[in-house]
């Protein structure tokens, strides 16, 4: 039985592999399906997909959308999405700018504690890709702030240190509504640790289609919870290993953590009937 990995991401936003690279690092992996979700942007989906059809690994239209959950900045996975919908399109640029502007803020919190940080510095790092922490991060263990970028979020980025970051994304309930506008399908992203029972039906009742069951963070306890609750409640369920470039571990899990192609197809049916209804 083939598989999938779900969760994948490139130099479009804080991968360290582009997106042509991917689907051949997939296929010698056993991969046969795969799902490129940079943060907020799908400018890593096109290249990938014309990558993966020269070498027979099919790329689904995938985004990791960052929202605000309850004042909390929260991740969901959208797939199989119209990848020219004008209104995604949008979207995904006001994430753009609301991440700039983040950053900007981010940036102007350090130099008040007195490091020595540009946001230019941050931008040339993401090297044209979506920026976000990890960029900031890189920045501070060059300028040798911090010895690696597990230190960075503990000392300076994490959201213990940060405190509330000001930033400028929609409403979870509104992420929702606009994938599922462009015809795509809505999991919640590594749900982990980050939310209570209550908390996972408040998703539901905002139109969540499934969970990201299997997932690098999460624990044998964690992926059976998941799977039980999506069960219960009759949602899809996906997996990927959230693979951001072979540092830190992350490779170990790339073509490990992944999901079975029978749950692919059932992501891909209801997103077939769901375009179907919206034209
Ligand atoms: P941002 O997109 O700016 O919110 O940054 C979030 C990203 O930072 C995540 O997708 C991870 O790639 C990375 N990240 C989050 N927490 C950590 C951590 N503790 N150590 C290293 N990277 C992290
Ligand atoms: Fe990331
Ligand atoms: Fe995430
Ligand atoms: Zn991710």
Redesign the pocket.
Known sequence: MGKADLHI?TTA??GRLSPEEVPALASENGLEVIAITD??TIDGYFPASEAGERIGVEVLPGV?L?CDFNNR?S?LLAYCFDPEDPDFLQLLAHHKKA?LD??EW?VGQLTQQGLDIDKNEVRAEAAGG????????SVLVKKGYVGS??E???RY??NHALGP?QSYYVSHEEAVERIKGAGGATILAHPGVLYSREEIEQWIDAGLDGLEVVHSSHNYDQQKKYREMAEQHNLLMTGGS?Y?GDG?GYLRNFGVITTSLAQVEKLKQMTRQRKKISV
């Open positions: 991401h936003s804080d943060h907020d990791e960052t900045e991740h991440r983040r950053i981010i979506n920026v976000g922490r990890p960029h900031v991060a970028a597990k960075a979020f503990i980025l994490g970051i959230d951001h830190e």
